[in-house]
C-alpha cells in the first residue's frame, strides 16, 4: 500500500508544477491594465502609473515575475490582493466555507438522488422507469448552469415565492464574526436566532440543486452503466441462485463491485462543483470562492485570480489522489497492480 501511495503522490508533482505555470502565464492573457483598474477614472499622470506598476514589479519582465512568484509560493506566500490589500490566502479561506457549504450540499443532492435512480433503471432497463432516468439524465447534462438557475429563480422565486432570490441567509439573523465558522447552516443551529436554520436551508436550496443537477446527471448515467455491466456476471447469478435476497444480491455483490466508476465520477464531479460554482454564485449571489474570483477578474486582480485558481485546482489534485487511493481499498488488486 505505501508503494501505491508514493507513486500516486509522485504523479501530482509535475501536475502542480503545471498548475502554477498556467494560472500565472493565463491570466496574463487576459485584456486590461490591473494599474489603471486600481485607479480608476481618476486623472493620473503617466508617472504616477509607471511607479505603481513598479511598486507591484508588473514592469519586470514576465519571467522575472514569474520567478519572484514561484519563491514566494515556496514560503507560502500566495500575495496580496492589489484592491482589498489583504493576503490571498486570507480571502480565500475566509470565503471558502461558503463554497463548500454549497459544494457539499450539491454532491448530497447528486449522490443521494444519481446512486438510487441509477440503480432502478439498471434494475429497469428497457422499461419506463429507465427511459425516463435516461431522459433525465441527457437533459440535466445538457442545461447550462446559468441558464437553469435564472429559470429556477424566475420560477420558484419570483412566482411561486417559496426561496430567497440570492444571499446565504435573511439579513434579520447575526452572527459574531469572532465565533462564526462560515458554515451558515452550523452557525445557525448553534445560534440562540428562532427561524434561523430554516432561513438558511431556504437561500441553501435552489443552489444546490442547480449546481447539483450536471453531477447528478452523470453520476445516474454511470451508476446505470456500472450496474448493467455488473448484473451480468457468473457471481451475481450464482448469488441469484443461492436463493439470497435481492437487497443483498444488489447491495453486497452487485453494488460493491460496481462502485469504482461510480467513485471515479463522483471525484472527477468535486473539481467540477468548484468550477460550476463560479457561475452558480454569481447567479444568486452567493458569497464565496466563486464570487470573489469573478469579482477579482472584473478588477484584474492578478495575484487574487491566480491564487485563487491555484488553491483550488491545489484541492482538487488532491481530492482526485484520495480517490486513487480509495479505489486500492475498494479493490486490492488495484494497489498490487493487478
Same mark, same amino acid.
Given at each position: ?113 444519481? =446512486? ?5 433503471? %439498471? ?6 422507469? $429507465? +427511459?425516463?432516468? &435516461? /431522459?433525465? #439524465? ?80 452523470? =453520476? ?5 452503466? %456500472? ?6 456476471? $457468473? +457471481?451475481?447469478? &450464482? /448469488?441469484? #441462485? ?97
Amino acid at each position: 500500500m505505501l508503494t501505491f501511495l508514493l507513486k500516486r503522490v509522485a504523479m501530482t508533482v509535475p501536475t502542480f508544477i503545471a498548475l502554477v505555470a498556467l494560472a500565472f502565464f493565463a491570466i496574463r492573457m487576459v485584456p486590461g491594465d490591473p494599474v489603471e483598474v486600481r485607479v480608476g477614472e481618476r486623472g493620473i499622470s503617466p508617472e504616477r502609473l509607471a511607479e505603481f506598476r513598479h511598486q507591484l514589479g508588473l514592469d519586470q519582465p514576465v519571467y522575472e515575475q514569474f520567478g519572484r512568484y514561484l519563491w514566494q509560493l515556496l514560503h507560502g506566500d500566495f500575495g496580496t490582493s492589489l484592491v482589498t490589500q489583504r493576503p490571498v490566502l486570507s480571502e480565500f479561506f475566509t470565503l471558502f466555507p461558503a463554497t463548500v457549504e454549497l459544494a457539499f450540499a450539491a454532491m448530497i443532492f447528486a449522490v443521494g438522488l444519481g =446512486i438510487p435512480f441509477g440503480i432502478l433503471a %439498471a434494475l429497469q432497463r428497457g422499461k419506463f422507469a $429507465d +427511459y425516463i432516468a &435516461t /431522459a433525465f #439524465a441527457v437533459i440535466g447534462n445538457s442545461m447550462p448552469i446559468f441558464w437553469f438557475g435564472i429559470l429556477l429563480i424566475l420560477l420558484v422565486s419570483l412566482k411561486l415565492d417559496l426561496t430567497p432570490v440570492g444571499g446565504r441567509i435573511d439579513t434579520m439573523f447575526y452572527f459574531d464574526e469572532e465565533t462564526s465558522t462560515g458554515f451558515m447552516l452550523w452557525d445557525a443551529f448553534w445560534s440562540d436566532q428562532e427561524g434561523a436554520v430554516w432561513s438558511a436551508l431556504q437561500h441553501l436550496i435552489l443552489p444546490a440543486i442547480v449546481l447539483g443537477t450536471i453531477p447528478l446527471a452523470v =453520476i445516474m448515467r454511470i451508476t446505470r452503466s %456500472a450496474m448493467l455491466e455488473v448484473l451480468n456476471e $457468473d +457471481y451475481v447469478r &450464482t /448469488a441469484r #441462485a443461492k436463493g439470497l435476497a435481492p437487497v443483498r444480491v444488489i447491495g453486497l455483490h452487485a453494488l460493491r463491485n460496481a462502485m469504482i466508476p461510480i467513485v471515479t465520477v463522483v471525484g472527477l464531479m468535486i473539481g467540477m462543483l468548484f468550477a460550476g460554482a463560479v457561475q452558480t454564485e454569481s447567479v444568486f449571489s452567493w458569497p464565496g470562492v466563486g464570487k470573489w474570483l469573478i469579482d477579482s477578474f472584473s478588477r484584474r486582480d492578478y495575484p487574487a485570480l491566480q491564487g485563487g485558481i491555484l488553491i483550488i485546482a491545489i484541492l482538487v489534485t488532491f481530492i482526485n489522489l484520495f480517490v486513487d487511493l480509495l479505489y486500492g481499498v475498494i479493490n486490492p488488486r488495484i494497489r498490487h497492480g493487478r
